[in-house]
């Protein structure tokens, strides 16, 4: 059951470092592009959505899923484009 989760853990903390504020972003980007990627139930409802949105998370959960940490973006860039994205589609 552990190793169902493994795919959600960051590349450096499964090299033996310390979980810090980036190897969360890797997990969030890794649930990000589950939630993208899933159920038809979803699918369903992301295909009623803009294709430039689904495009753009796409693109923000890769971001958050590279393997060098310092490559991700940090938590408030994801906030912000979360949130501009959000004002895009009212």
């Known amino acids: 059951v552990a190793s169902q989760g493994a795919g959600f853990v960051a590349p450096e903390v499964k090299d033996g470092k310390v979980s810090t504020m980036s190897s969360d972003i890797f997990s969030a980007g890794k649930i990000m592009e589950e939630l993208l990627n899933l159920s038809e139930g979803f699918r ?6 803009p294709k ?8 923000l ?13 940090n938590a408030l860039r994801v906030c912000q484009k979360l949130e501009t994205l959000g004002e895009s589609i009212k």
């Not at 430039?52 to 693109?59: A, E, I, P, S």
């Open 61 to 73: 959960a890769t971001a958050m899923c590279s393997h060098l940490p310092a490559t991700r973006p």
């Open 52 to 59: 430039f949105m689904v495009r753009k998370l796409r693109g």
């Open 44 to 49: 369903e409802t992301f295909e009623k959505e």
